[in-house]
């Protein structure tokens, strides 16, 4: 499985991006997405995930939108007013695990490369 994520760059603050991540080698209709983001000096943090269930971490609720297409197997980040605190490379990965909440990294088989956004003030 490969996940190639895409649409990072730099935006003023209150700027939108749009992130997709698209799969190949297996569908992942049944698999919890998920993108993550991690800040020089911090650890990788879950944004958001669709699969039985959409999680947003709090600090991102109201502003981004997670969305994916079963049929082009791909996911989608749309990210609305956007904060000089979300700079950070994001990456997408994929969990087997489908009903629950998962926010840990572990969870996650398969990661993509990762897209840097960075959000000036």
């Known amino acids: 499985v490969q996940l190639q994520a895409s649409g990072g760059g730099l935006v003023q603050t209150g700027g939108s991006l749009s992130l997709t991540c698209a799969a190949s080698g297996r569908t992942l209709s049944a698999y919890t997405m998920g993108w993550f983001r991690q800040a020089p000096g911090k650890e990788r943090e879950l944004v958001a995930h669709i699969g039985k269930r959409i999680y947003y971490t709090d600090s991102v609720k109201g502003r981004f939108t997670i969305s994916r297409d079963t049929a082009k197997n791909t996911v989608y980040l749309q990210m609305n007013s956007l904060k000089p605190e979300d700079t950070a490379v994001y990456y997408c990965?994929?969990?087997?695990?489908?009903?629950?909440?998962?926010?840990?990294?572990?969870?996650?088989?398969?990661w993509g490369q990762g897209t840097q956004v960075t959000v000036s003030s």
């Open positions: 990965a994929a969990s087997p695990y489908y009903s629950g909440i998962y926010t840990e990294l572990r969870k996650y088989d398969y």
